[in-house]
């Protein structure tokens, strides 16, 4: 799915995958940027915890985002496909300024929120200005493609990564999270080969990019966004390679990006934070 | 040191570093076409075991060439400095067409062998015509600039890698071995990035490169060589970054290679094994 229609005049929300723990006590830049994007004492933030199966893990984040100054954080305990048509809690998630969705299972969040009206809400609340952040599965399925699975290491293959569709908040872009840590690198080159149309984003744990409505990323966090961009791939191998082969890539582009650096999604443009005059 | 001189008229030898681990038995692809490149029934290949101090080594290598077809294979167990100036040995290297250096550390080769005769023959030879590999430490010592350590991961940072002079048979080139099997990535974008006039190899276990007087080289084997070619980089932040911070790099080029594809080290084109017509 593509991202939903804004209206006209209306700006979209941020789109901010974070590529999972990320600091929530001494130096919690991450969810200190969402608190106040979202307005500081006046952010109504909505926290969907359905990827994780722990009870507290909605909760907890509920008094984070209090502690960090949020106007009010309230936890959707949704578990199950009924649960995601309750009118409750589409109700609160049309009035939040801030959806955050925690981490877990991505085929938790998409096997039970995928095509309910509470999807279709978050869709349509990101597209009317509510800011939306998800943490590792939360951040997993923000794109129109989600990557499932895929086995560790360096070296992309035909078997390199497993998709699934996501809710589609954000296209143009493959995002891997717990990048460096999970050693992903030949996950998210395979899929970026499949089909060059997409840039790879490998986010880093306590790492996020604050995907604006201009379609401009800025890297916030510790650790560094990887950026495969393979729009001038002149040859792949992937499509004949079989089985466990080395595959042959020529002519990809990588930026490794550390907080403040920014990427355009639409320009493929890497920025650095300072900019030379 | 830059590659020795080559008398006007000879064509200089290959230079065939190896990321380790090769076949030796069910198939041998690398080791075959070494043998195969130094005249087969007509190769006189000596065999440099100082970097390891397992003294079956040496004479393991004999027995793997001599099967493979070799005319000759001896291992001239140099494990001294003074070792390193004996007539004999240099003599045999003078004439050898083919020398291999076997793996174990590399620090061994150039604290041994740095500044020998040994060290003077093999380069001198390899300006006239004889060609050199070398497996994982052999390899790693064969730049003028050799990486000698540095820890595992995907990111680069200022401490990311540690150098030592190599033997100098090639230059324009970092080397890594073992490359994808201990996720050395990281530490060849900081060597790289540290001085982007070099292109960085990344060599896989059982994979090689060819390089031949042309300086470009071939990948055989099973797995990848990748390829950093950091001539675009715009812009870095090595310089400025503190200890284990995040280090930015922008527009650094990628190119996964799998056997038969090519890298030319002078222009930094990269061609695939099947050129498109």
């Known amino acids: 799915m593509c991202p939903a229609k804004t209206t006209s005049g209306v700006e979209r929300?941020?789109?901010?995958?974070?590529?999972?723990a990320e600091e929530r006590d001494s130096n919690p830049v991450i969810l200190q940027r969402f608190?106040?994007?979202?307005?500081?004492?006046?952010?109504?933030?909505?926290?969907?915890?359905?990827?994780?199966?722990?009870?507290?893990?909605?909760?907890?984040?509920e008094t984070v985002f209090l502690r960090l100054g949020a106007g009010s954080a309230v936890s959707l305990p949704i578990n199950t496909r009924e649960q995601?048509?309750?009118?409750?809690?589409?109700?609160?998630?049309e009035q939040a300024n801030g959806i955050f969705m925690t981490g877990g299972n991505q085929l938790r969040l998409s096997t039970?929120?995928?095509?309910?009206?509470?999807?279709?809400?978050?869709?349509?609340?990101?597209?009317?200005?509510?800011?939306?952040?998800?943490?590792?599965?939360g951040a997993a399925i923000m794109p129109e493609h989600m990557i499932a699975g895929g086995p560790k290491g360096l070296l992309p293959?035909?078997?390199?990564?497993?998709?699934?569709?996501?809710?589609?908040?954000?296209?143009?872009?493959?995002?891997?999270?717990?990048?460096?840590?999970?050693?992903?690198?030949?996950?998210?080159?395979?899929?970026?080969?499949?089909?060059p149309f997409f840039?790879?984003?490998?986010?880093?744990?306590?790492?996020?990019?604050?995907?604006?409505?201009?379609?401009?990323?800025?890297?916030?966090?510790?650790?560094?966004?990887?950026v495969i961009d393979p729009s001038k791939l002149s040859h792949s191998s992937m499509a004949s390679a079989s089985r466990g082969e080395a595959v042959t890539l020529i002519n990809m582009k990588l930026?490794?990006?550390?907080?403040?650096?920014?990427?355009?999604?639409?320009t493929r443009q890497a920025t650095p934070m300072d900019k030379p005059s």
């Open 84 to 93: 995601a048509n309750e009118s409750e809690y589409l109700s609160q998630i």
């Open 112 to 137: 039970i929120l995928g095509g309910t009206p509470i999807a279709q809400a978050i869709r349509r609340s990101n597209a009317q200005g509510t800011h939306v952040a998800g943490t590792s599965a």
């Open 35 to 61: 608190v106040d994007l979202c307005g500081g004492s006046a952010a109504k933030i909505v926290i969907i915890p359905t990827a994780s199966q722990l009870e507290e893990t909605g909760p907890n984040y």
């Open 255 to 266: 930026h490794m990006l550390a907080a403040g650096a920014r990427y355009n999604i639409d």
């Open 13 to 20: 929300g941020f789109v901010i995958p974070i590529g999972g």
């Open 199 to 226: 840039s790879g984003l490998g986010i880093d744990e306590n790492t996020a990019a604050f995907i604006g409505p201009d379609n401009e990323l800025e890297v916030v966090g510790g650790g560094c966004i990887t």
């Open 157 to 195: 293959n035909e078997q390199g990564v497993t998709f699934a569709p996501g809710v589609g908040l954000i296209n143009k872009v493959i995002l891997d999270q717990h990048f460096s840590q999970r050693n992903r690198l030949g996950r998210l080159l395979s899929a970026t080969s499949y089909n």
